[in-house]
């Protein structure tokens, strides 16, 4: 799974501890996500997108797509 | 957007659920342990028959006591007031590496006491059932372990 979490947390001006730490979740999980070796749960999927104010599909992009 | 971080200052041993600070949760641990220890040394001493029941009772109770303590500690403290603990660990990706391995050493149990089970019957091996149990229960945590590391290496 591709995902834009990288650009938008540097929009942000956020490191990935400060993401992480908005998430609930520790901080090799939010690198695991960015490289795309960690599908993250459908309730971190929402923080994410509540968290960068977008929808999930815009945040997440299977790779077949 | 709401900072949704804890205000609360954090320690490494951490806050009792139940109120009071990190001296309180030492001390309620080290009593819950002390409580366990002593009713399995008592236990032990009870069911021996061979030596010093005292001695069975204290030699028992000392070794269990730092992880009946331990114990204790996971059971009483309030996690949101640890260094470093994460709010929600079974969203992260330890978890996922861990039930990946937990999975995995369930199948290998799953061979090795099937394996074992075989060549015993056959073979007419005996052994102490205690050592055999300790001897697979090492293994299995080697395994978990080695599985451990591995699906971390792979993720990172």
Do not use: H
């Amino acid at each position: 799974m591709r995902n834009a979490l990288p650009e938008r947390r540097a929009a942000l001006g956020w490191s990935q501890q400060r993401l992480a730490d908005e998430l609930g979740v520790s901080r090799q999980t939010v690198i695991s996500i960015e490289k795309g070796r960690f599908d993250p749960s459908l309730p971190v999927a929402f923080r994410l997108a509540a968290v960068f104010g977008c929808r999930i599909e815009d945040l997440f992009t299977p790779d077949d797509a | 957007m709401t900072d949704t971080r804890a205000s609360a200052p954090r320690s490494s041993i951490g806050r009792s659920r139940f109120g009071g600070g990190g001296a309180t949760l030492i001390i309620a641990s080290l009593l819950l342990g002390l409580a366990v220890s002593s009713a399995m040394g008592g236990l032990y001493a009870w069911l021996g028959d061979t030596g010093d029941a005292w001695l069975r009772f204290s030699i028992l109770a000392f070794v269990t006591l730092p992880v009946t303590a331990s114990l204790g500690w996971v059971l009483l403290v309030d996690r949101s007031s640890v260094k470093d603990a994460v709010e929600r660990p079974e969203d992260s990706v330890e978890s996922r590496w861990f039930a990946k391995a937990a999975e995995g050493t369930m199948i290998d149990a799953f061979v090795v006491i099937g394996i074992g089970a075989a060549v015993f019957s056959f073979a007419e091996i005996e052994l102490p059932v205690g050592l055999v149990l300790v001897a697979i229960d090492v293994l299995l945590l080697l395994d978990l372990g080695i599985r451990y590391l591995v699906a971390k290496l792979r993720s990172a």
